[in-house]
């Protein structure tokens, strides 16, 4: 399995921005499909949005299409994801994770199999 560290969590009020990066070490996250899910307490864990980069393909939850954006940077180390007008029920652990991109099918949490220890994100006034 692929060693991933998230950061980037907080709180911050509703209507802000925060900006999740998942870190890979000793690899290039350009050869993965990678896919951000999130777990609120009481509540299963949750696509957020996912990224193929073989396939060009991105994917995102309704309630976070236009206000998230998931994105590569240019040297494969890195993947963010950057969500504006945060809202409470946006609140959770968030995690990264990773599959093969040949190995990608959909996005839900079933289809990956490395992840990291995941970052809190808090929204509330």
């Known amino acids: 399995q692929l060693q991933l560290v998230e950061s980037g969590g907080g709180w911050v009020q509703p209507g802000g921005s925060l900006r999740l990066s998942c870190a890979a070490s000793?690899?290039?996250?350009?050869?993965?499909?990678i896919g951000w899910f999130r777990q609120a307490p009481g509540k299963e864990r949750e696509e957020v949005s996912c990224?193929?980069?073989?396939?060009?393909?991105?994917h995102y939850r309704p309630s976070v299409k236009g206000r998230f954006t998931i994105s590569g940077d240019n040297n494969g180390n890195t993947v963010s994801l950057q969500m504006n007008s945060l809202r409470p029920e946006d609140t959770g652990v968030y995690y990264c994770?990773?599959?093969?991109?040949?190995?990608?099918?959909?996005?839900?949490?079933?289809?990956?199999?490395?992840w990291g220890q995941g970052t809190q994100v808090t929204v509330s006034s």
């Open positions: 000793g690899f290039s996250l350009d050869n993965y499909a």
């Open positions: 990224m193929n980069t073989l396939l060009g393909s991105t």
């Open positions: 994770a990773a599959i093969p991109p040949l190995l990608y099918r959909v996005c839900a949490s079933a289809n990956f199999d490395s």
